[in-house]
């Protein structure tokens, strides 16, 4: 398996609601990360897990909540976001830092918040 | 602070060669990455340099130049399907890759 699922595809959600993100991946990697991509923009890091444990946040705010339950799983709790938060969000993986072959990404969740 | 510019938009006519150059400066530099990204698509990884000087992968080749903080991804024999945006991304710590601006690429017949 060298793939990266992420679920769901599209969410709408309301500015009270709370839900959450889910990215999957069975290669063995050890890292994981979070990017927020708006339209024609590049991705804009979040958060990056390694070993199961957060190590990079990159002063994201609070309405946005990760969690890594284990080494394949890696979630996003969403609360109380803004219409601004609208984006597609992508989860990518990578064995350690990504060696030379990168990060591994999946097709993201396309976020939209009414 | 962190920089790394490529031009917005160009266009290059099918079975063409076209240059996408990427100018960084970041606190720190482990490793520079081309990825390809549909419209509304994961990005995917393309190329890798660490070392100055070129890298050949098929049809995609990229060029590193450390000491000028530049590098450029050449699409020889254009096709269509090439028609995306291309990202270059350099990871400055061990877990930490940014990108940079990106680069729609479109090709005409």
């Known amino acids: 398996d060298t793939e990266v699922t992420q679920t769901p595809k599209h969410l709408v959600m309301g500015m009270t609601n709370k839900k959450s993100l889910k990215c999957e991946q069975h290669m063995g990697h050890r890292a994981m990360y979070w990017y927020k991509q708006k339209a024609k923009k590049p991705p804009e890091l979040m958060f990056v897990?390694?070993?199961?444990?957060?190590?990079i946040n990159e002063s994201v705010p609070s309405r946005f909540s990760p969690e890594c339950p284990n080494s394949s799983l890696l979630n996003l709790h969403l609360h109380a976001l803004q219409p601004e938060d609208s984006a597609l969000y992508l989860c990518a993986s990578s064995q350690d830092g990504g060696g030379s072959y990168g990060y591994t990404f999946g097709s993201g969740t396309r976020l939209t918040v009414v | 602070g962190q920089n790394i510019d490529q031009p917005t938009e160009m266009t290059a006519t099918e079975g063409a060669i076209v240059q996408i150059n990427c100018t960084y400066q970041t606190s720190g530099f482990n490793g520079l990455f081309w990825y390809q990204q549909h419209a509304g698509e994961a990005p995917t990884f393309l190329s890798y340099n660490v070392l100055d000087g070129l890298e050949e992968k098929g049809r995609f080749s990229s060029f590193l130049s450390r000491s000028k903080g530049y590098s450029y991804l050449l699409l020889k024999e254009l096709q269509m399907k090439d028609s995306a945006s291309y990202l270059c991304a350099v990871r400055d710590t061990i877990y930490k890759l940014i990108f940079g601006t990106g680069t729609l690429l479109a090709v005409q017949p």
């Open positions: 897990y390694s070993y199961e444990k957060l190590s």
